[in-house]
Every structure is written in structure tokens, then in C-alpha cells.
């Protein structure tokens, strides 16, 4: 429990509960799509706009460098996570540990990195299955937990910077 400076920082306690719910969930949804879907099945779940399919994704979000050469894709997609990891982490030890919002954004983004950073040690790819789309003429890439951890931390981390930019614009107006 926080007790205002004695133990652990809160923004710590938040990373470690936010981060580890992310890469917990997300491993456990993929764990089940592997054992109950064969490669490429797929089950409407709401017809015309929803279904889970199991995928594999070699590339980035949205199969960026999906068709690389894989001597250069493996490589490169478990060290610039890990690289990227290393830079938030360095973030996040300089947030203000009162600083609940950007402690939470950046665990989400956290959490949602290492959970398709897993992926791609085990098995060199990431494991998708949320499939949205319009009566299949308009099919958005399909996607996982980890994924939406990290869109909704980096939306937070977004929205955050131009509400302080905002503030800081109102207060140097009032000032003039």
C-alpha cells in the first residue's frame, strides 16, 4: 500500500498493476485463440462488423515490414522494442510521481509493448485476432490486446501533451 514515501512510489505500483493486467490479459486471450482456432478461422461474432480471427502478423501494426526479408525483420522487431521499452522506461522515471495520468499511459504503453514483444521472441510474429470491419468491403488490420494497450496509452500521452500545451498558453495570455 502507498504510504506517502515510505515503500514503493505510487506511479510504480500503477506500472506494475497496469503493465502487468496488459501482458497478463493479452497473453491469456491469445493463449485461447491459439488452443481453439486453427491459422486463418474465423467466427463472425457480430455479423457485418466483428469476428475473431486468428492471424499471425511478421510485420508492425498494420503489416508494416510484414514482407521484409526475415533476417532483417526478426532482428529488428525485438530490438527496437526493446530499445523503445528502454527509452519510456527512462521516461517514466522522471514522471512526477503525482502524475497519475501519464504513469498510466505510459504503463499501458509498457504493458502492450512487452506483451507483442513475447510474441515475437516465441514465435516471430505477433498473434492477432480482432477483426473489425464493414460487411467486409471496408476491413480494418486485425489486432490484439497489446494493441489497444498501447493506441489507448500513446491517445492519453497525445491528449495529455495538448492539454498542457493549452495550459501553458492560457496562463502565458493571463500573464500578458
Do not use: C
Not at 515503500?7 to 491459439?34: F, P, W
Not at 530490438?79 to 523503445?84: F, H, N, R, S
Amino acid at each position: 500500500m502507498y504510504n506517502g514515501g515510505e515503500g514503493m512510489k505510487l506511479k510504480y505500483l500503477i506500472l506494475l498493476a497496469v503493465s502487468g493486467t496488459i501482458i497478463s490479459i493479452d497473453q491469456l486471450t491469445k493463449q485461447i485463440v491459439v488452443q481453439r482456432f486453427l491459422l486463418g478461422e474465423s467466427v463472425e461474432v457480430i455479423s457485418g462488423f466483428f469476428n475473431l480471427t486468428y492471424v499471425h502478423n511478421p510485420g508492425a501494426a498494420f503489416g508494416f515490414l510484414a514482407q521484409a526479408h526475415s533476417g532483417f525483420r526478426v532482428p529488428f522487431f525485438i530490438v527496437v522494442p526493446m530499445i523503445a521499452l528502454a527509452i519510456i522506461g527512462f521516461i517514466f522515471r522522471k514522471v512526477d510521481d503525482r502524475d497519475l495520468k501519464l504513469s498510466g499511459a505510459l504503463s499501458l504503453v509498457i504493458g502492450g509493448a512487452v506483451g507483442n514483444l513475447i510474441d515475437r521472441v516465441a514465435y516471430n510474429y505477433v498473434i492477432d485476432f480482432l477483426d473489425f470491419h464493414w460487411n467486409y468491403a471496408i476491413h480494418f488490420p486485425a489486432f490484439n490486446v497489446a494493441d489497444i494497450a498501447i493506441t489507448v496509452g500513446v491517445a492519453i500521452l497525445i491528449i495529455d501533451i495538448f492539454q498542457k500545451e493549452s495550459a501553458q498558453a492560457k496562463n502565458v495570455s493571463n500573464a500578458a
